[in-house]
């Protein structure tokens, strides 16, 4: 339900921008991340597990445009795709949604030992530090599904999901408390659409490049940058905060082990006031991140990829990697 109405956001864009083409949303699918239900995501540890299925349909010329949100793409697409469009960002926080019994509560207020629900390792590291008396506990299913496992059952005090799948869903007001930056850093381009494409298809990728928002794309060009430089994916607790404010880019980033105990979150900024320029020639192309974006100054984007890059060094120096690798050890063993 979720897809089908973010796919339908998109897609109203378009008909406004264009009202003499017909859009069709021809196909519905199932993809590995929606079927295997039983798993936890982190452990069933393929990269693509929400897009291979579609990227397969646009390979086929089944399909012209795919709608995913952008923090299930990896940062290296398969040759041949790219992402032509990232939309102007929902709120990207983390939100709690309480049992109908603990309603007005906060995570703070609830008993000791209380079973917060989330498939996110890096939720969970990140909580079970700052609450250290509640116990987390895996949870799988489309919200649909998750919110009804929450209220039908008592086996949840509450569970963690992103504001924006819930505000987009029109279920704002099950939020119960907004996780801010200082609780829960927040996942590489959460809260954020992105429209994939073929990458050779230049009238496709010029149709859907005016839907870029280009605060966003300098913003998630940024966290994907820090993410791929650190080798993160979903099997990893990683996590960033980004804010955009007079020209100035400022990139939080964070790595936790499994239990929140060890952690490391630096800050650092760069510039990013560039004046679009004419940049025709082969350098229309180029694809940062997996990102295309056309009508985004280059040198912006490029200041945004180095910014990820550099917090990213910095932390692996400070020792990232060692807690990255731990993390991932024990999570595959779990």
Wanted: with cysteine; glycine share 6%.
């Amino acid at each position: 339900q979720l897809a089908r109405i973010q796919t339908d956001s998109v897609v109203e864009m378009l008909r406004e921008l264009h009202p003499d083409l017909r859009f069709e949303i021809a196909v519905a699918m199932s993809t590995t991340g929606d079927k295997i239900l039983d798993t936890a995501l982190s452990k069933i540890g393929e990269k693509s597990l929400f897009t291979k299925e579609l990227e397969n349909a646009l390979e086929r010329n089944e399909v012209d445009l795919v709608v995913h949100s952008l923090k299930d793409l990896p940062t290296s697409l398969p040759p041949g795709f790219t992402i032509g469009a990232v939309c102007k960002r929902e709120n990207p926080l983390d939100a709690v949604v309480f049992h109908p019994k603990n309603c007005g509560k906060t995570l703070s207020l609830l008993p000791e030992k209380s079973v917060i629900g989330t498939s996110s390792l890096r939720r969970a590291a990140q909580l079970k530090k700052k609450f250290p008396q509640l116990e987390f506990r895996d949870i799988r299913g489309n919200l649909n599904t998750r919110l009804k496992k929450l209220d039908e059952k008592e086996d949840f005090s509450a569970i963690i999901l992103a504001a924006a799948g819930l505000k987009r869903m029109g279920w704002e007001n099950r939020i119960g408390q907004l996780l801010s930056p200082e609780d829960c850093l927040y996942a590489v381009g959460q809260g954020a659409l992105a429209v994939e494409v073929r990458a050779k298809d230049q009238e496709i990728l010029n149709m859907v490049s005016a839907l870029h928002d280009a605060d966003t794309v300098l913003c998630c060009i940024a966290e994907r940058a820090f993410m791929k430089h650190l080798e993160g994916g979903c099997s990893v607790p990683v996590a960033v905060n980004t804010v955009l404010k007079d020209g100035q880019l400022y990139l939080t980033g964070a790595v936790y082990s499994l239990d929140g105990s060890d952690s490391l979150r630096e800050t650092m900024q760069t510039n990013v006031h560039y004046p679009q320029q004419n940049e025709d020639g082969p350098n229309d192309d180029v694809q940062r991140v997996g990102i295309t974006a056309k009508n985004v100054p280059g040198q912006a984007q490029e200041a945004a990829e180095n910014l990820g890059v550099e917090l990213a060094s910095l932390l692996l120096s400070k020792g990232a990697k060692h807690i990255l690798s731990v993390a991932r050890q024990l999570n595959d063993a779990r």
